[in-house]
């Protein structure tokens, strides 16, 4: 009877503390999903980047559904008078002719320069997680440091790009700096 109480209080530990996990992984997402829309705010597009005055803003994720669906619960909220469309991104020599925004996943099963090269020298704004997927050769790096989402900048990856990176969001960041930040 002891054992079986044990096992049944280790399921019931178990089973509270992966759901705990899950919803600060969830709380987590929502955060990184809110701090990659704000840095939005802060780059300027060339116009040629977009097909239309109305087209929206493509932001595509690789490797994280919660990402992804903490981005489609802001596509309400525009970025420069466009909409905000959150996709998976599509196979990576779409990306560059699909994506406004590209956001490498922790759970990315691809090599990132697989993705960062056909991105490079275009309007592009790519994300990766600092010391994860994605990272060094992305223009913003987002980390979770003492519970608190951070970012970095890497310049020489936004060079050719034509973005234009606010100088506000610049002092916002943590680092900001070349390959790797």
Known sequence: MTSIRKSIGLLL???LLASTAAADTAAESSVKAAIVHKIAKFVDWPETAF???DSPIRFCVVGDEQILA???KLSDRQIHGRLVDAIVAPSPSEVASSCDVLYLGSDAERDVTEWT??????PVLTFGETGGYGAENSIVSVMVRRDKVRFEINLEANDGTGLRIGAQLL???AAVGGRGA
Do not use: I, K, N, Y
């Open 117 to 122: 090269d056909e991105v490079a020298g275009r």
């Open 70 to 72: 903490a981005l489609r």
């Open 13 to 15: 530990l178990t089973t």
């Open 171 to 173: 002092q916002l960041a």
């Open 51 to 53: 097909a239309s005055s």
